[in-house]
């Protein structure tokens, strides 16, 4: 009779590799090489914005490391959050809450050091933004079919400027 051999099965051992680590990167950076940064909101149980929530924007390492703060606390909830594709700018849809709320478009400009809010008015259920591939436009989706429609707008970063594209009331 013959008995069989047992084969070896090798397991793979992982390997942990460190995040590396930037300093402030210098004001002519090219911020579409900053490299590792995550943007996302942090609530601040700190802070009395009017309001049980306050939030702010900040971004931070993989590792969670050199969080920073970008903008001061808001009453309210963050939407969708997208960095430009040049890795100049974070647009961000934020939910105003209270009864006179609504949702704003702001981007926040890490080379000037400052948020921009781009809508004057209140935008009405928006489900979506994209930046056009020069990153001077945002392209904004709303549907709300009991009262709007389906809504697609395009909004100029430097002037502030609404195109609507399409509205289906």
Known sequence: TL???PTRTLVPVPSLTSVPTLAKPPEDYPFDQLPGWIAHFDANFEVECGGVLCTYLSITRPDFSDDQALTDSAYGLPKVIKWSPDGRYIAYLFAVLGPSGGYQLSVYDLQAEKALLLTAEYLIAPSTISWSGDSHRLVVASLEEEITGEKLE??????????????DP
Do not use: E
């Open 154 to 167: 395009i909004v100029d970063v430097t002037t502030k400027k609404t195109t609507a594209l399409l509205s």
């Open 3 to 5: 008995t069989p051999t």
